[in-house]
């Protein structure tokens, strides 16, 4: 093995024990992989000494995947180059990356047609130059964290805003290279190899079967980031997207860019009753067709916005949110020219005024910099109450944010906004709520001021869970599993299939190693089960 490939913990890495959950891991070790070669080398060496392998991108995850549980943290953020460019016989374009590549630096990228080449082939280098003449392509994910890795992306299945209209990470990942614990690689590309019902067969590069019984259970029709992805003749590559970094470790993605819309507007519409911006919603839903999303913020996240923007002089060029406003909803529009968005705004003007609301409450962006201080908002909130947690943590240092991220069918939003407010306002706890009420999916934030408000938060959560699950939800529409919402896999699924999930693991990884707590722990031998 490489000298010093391998480097032991100590202060100068402590930042790698945490991600954006604030839940705070151990490790003994920790490494940097440039290449599949070092990845390999480190795996099969950790591996064979019976050592837990915690895989790590940007650490920008809230469910804690990339907290480690002691043993060692294998960190991507180095391999992050753009290996090559491929385009299809419909004109679409396809870049393959390592996992650390960061989100924002792609879509400047992508945006820019500027790529460090050096090390494309030819093949490539004729596909970038029909790229350069092509009209402007976008990676359509969107997950508030632009830090976000594209290799984290793909472990947790991300979504984001623009989910509603696109669809999350899995629809436009089309192939994977994954090195699996015996240092072989899985090279799966969408569209050529599917299961057999519930039976999936792969082999490796080189050469070896693999043989895989699926488990028994069917997904929610929700939007859904909760265990293993498995249906019926599913497509192979569909298992790996969203498995946590349970399976393997992801070296090369590769992904499907989208023309960019000519057209691209948002309006932010204000309410002063929050049962009418959900109807408001509904009729989106309904009438509009070119709606990218629909984002939802309560009137405790604007108090909390009203507050920071007073006080915090980061967030002096927030809009200012009249005081009567309790409800605001962000509409994006993508169109092909900008005579259908204006008749989509005509439509959105319409909507307000027939549910009760008035026309003139919006705020409209048509253009790069209007959009931006939009997103400057929905991105503010998330950003204010983490900081109104950590100062919270100065005096209470047990309690962290307890924020949700689940989904339920259409027909049941209604039922379970009155769910939310009814037991918080039993329970007595401060709470902020938005998120993408487009597909049904809200992140409900319960900020305990003390450690009692923190108990009855963690209890509340549950309740929640048993509810969304009965509903024919999800409970992780978008953040994926992880550690923090292991338990909550078992109340969605029963034992029965959570044990079918863990032997399906095995197969991968048969001592239990990878990504150790994440969705299983070990139970005896190489039987898992839930953490």
Request: with cysteine.
């Amino acid at each position: 093995m490489k000298k010093n490939i391998i480097k032991p913990m100590n202060e100068e890495f402590n930042e790698y024990l945490r991600d954006e959950s604030r839940t705070i891991g151990n490790a003994q070790s920790i490494s940097f992989p440039k290449n599949e070669e070092e990845v390999i080398e480190i795996l099969t060496d950790l591996y064979s000494k019976g050592i837990q392998i915690t895989i790590q991108g940007g650490r920008t995850g809230l469910a804690a995947g990339a907290v480690p549980d002691g043993g060692h943290i294998m960190n991507l953020s180095k391999m992050n180059k753009v290996l090559g460019m491929d385009i299809d016989k419909d004109g679409y374009f396809y870049l393959t990356l390592q996992p650390g590549t960061i989100l924002s630096k792609l879509r400047k990228q992508i945006e820019s047609k500027k790529f460090d080449r050096a090390n494309w082939n030819d093949e490539s280098m004729k596909t970038f130059t029909r790229f350069c003449e092509a009209p402007e392509q976008f990676f359509t994910p969107d997950p508030t964290e632009a830090s976000a890795t594209i290799g984290g992306m793909v472990a947790c299945n991300a979504s984001g805003a623009r989910s509603y209209l696109y669809g999350p990470t899995r629809k436009h990942i089309t192939a994977l290279k994954v090195v699996l614990c015996n240092g072989q690689t899985l090279s799966v590309r969408r569209g050529e190899t599917f299961a057999n019902r519930r039976l999936l067969k792969l082999t490796t590069d080189q050469g070896d079967d693999l043989s895989i019984n699926l488990p028994s259970f069917n997904m929610p029709k929700t939007k859904n980031a909760s265990g293993y992805y498995i249906k019926d003749n599913m497509d192979a590559i569909d298992l790996f997207i969203g498995s946590d970094g349970t399976l393997g470790v992801v070296t090369e993605i590769e992904v499907k860019l989208l023309p960019l819309p000519e057209a691209i507007w948002g309006v932010s519409c204000f309410f002063t009753n929050e049962n009418n911006a959900i109807e408001f919603v509904m009729a989106i839903r309904e009438q509009l067709k070119n709606v990218a999303s629909i984002e939802f913020f309560d009137g405790d996240a604007l108090t909390i916005l009203r507050n920071q923007k007073e006080q915090n002089p980061a967030f002096s060029r927030l809009p200012v949110v009249d005081e009567k406003m309790n409800t605001a909803i962000y509409v994006e529009i993508h169109c092909e020219n900008e005579e259908k968005v204006i008749q989509e705004l005509i439509s959105i003007g319409g909507l307000m005024k027939e549910i009760g609301g008035d026309e003139t409450d919006t705020w409209v962006a048509r253009n790069d910099a209007d959009r931006s201080l939009l997103l400057f908002f929905r991105h503010a909130v998330p950003e204010s109450v983490n900081m109104l947690i950590d100062e919270r943590k100065k005096t209470e240092p047990i309690i962290t944010k307890l924020g949700t991220d689940m989904s339920v069918p259409d027909k049941s939003l209604k039922h379970i906004m009155q769910v939310y407010r009814h037991s918080l306002d039993e329970y007595e706890l401060q709470s902020a709520i938005w998120g993408h009420i487009g597909d049904n999916h809200l992140h409900v934030n319960i900020l305990p001021r003390n450690e009692e408000d923190f108990k009855k938060g963690k209890e509340l959560y549950a309740k929640w869970a048993n509810e969304v699950t009965k509903l024919g939800g999800a409970v992780s529409a978008e953040h994926g599993v992880g550690k923090l919402k292991a338990s909550f896999l078992t109340v969605m699924y029963g034992q029965e299939h959570i044990d079918e999930m863990a032997k399906l693991k095995s197969i991968f990884d048969p001592k239990a190693l990878l990504g150790a707590g994440n969705m299983f722990v070990p139970k005896k031998g190489d039987e898992l089960t839930c953490a």
